[in-house]
Nanobody
Framework: QVQLVESGGGLVQAGGSLRLSCAASGRTVSSYTMGWFRRAPGKEREFVATITKSVGIIYYADSVKGRFTISRDNAENTVYLQMNRLKPDDTANYYC?????????????????????WGQGTQVTVSS
């Protein structure tokens, strides 16, 4: 099994940047599809980005495309989410997630229910 620990959250002004890290232990991140999700107060958990295992295909939510970048460092066994040009609407608790599943449909990678392992989250707050 894999254990996930997020870090890098904080308080930033609109237009600023943060880099979130998801450190994995127990297994290599390359053997899992790794995703980032977020949940704002009073709202449902929302897909942000994912990178598939092995081949490393990347998908982004439309709301973050062009601003966020997901990457994987196999040597450090860590997945990152670089967040640029942050907006107040990006304020949320950000979660790292992992799954061993392989799916035919792209939308399956957007579904939180398809991820088996979760970190505890890191808070991102963007001020106006």
């Amino acid at each position: 099994q894999v254990q996930l620990v997020e870090s890098g959250g904080g308080l930033v002004q609109a237009g600023g940047s943060l880099r979130l890290s998801c450190a994995a232990s127990g297994r290599t991140v390359s053997s899992y599809t790794m995703g980032w999700f977020r949940r704002a107060p009073g709202k449902e958990r929302e897909f942000v980005a994912t990178i598939t295992k092995s081949v490393g295909i990347i998908y982004y939510a439309d709301s973050v495309k062009g601003r966020f970048t997901i990457s994987r460092d196999n040597a450090e066994n860590t997945v990152y989410l670089q967040m640029n040009r942050l907006k107040p609407d990006d304020t949320a608790n950000y979660y790292c997630a992992a799954t061993t599943g392989i799916y035919v449909l792209e939308r399956a990678y957007y579904a939180a229910q398809n991820y088996n392992y979760w970190g505890q989250g890191t808070q991102v707050t963007v001020s106006s």
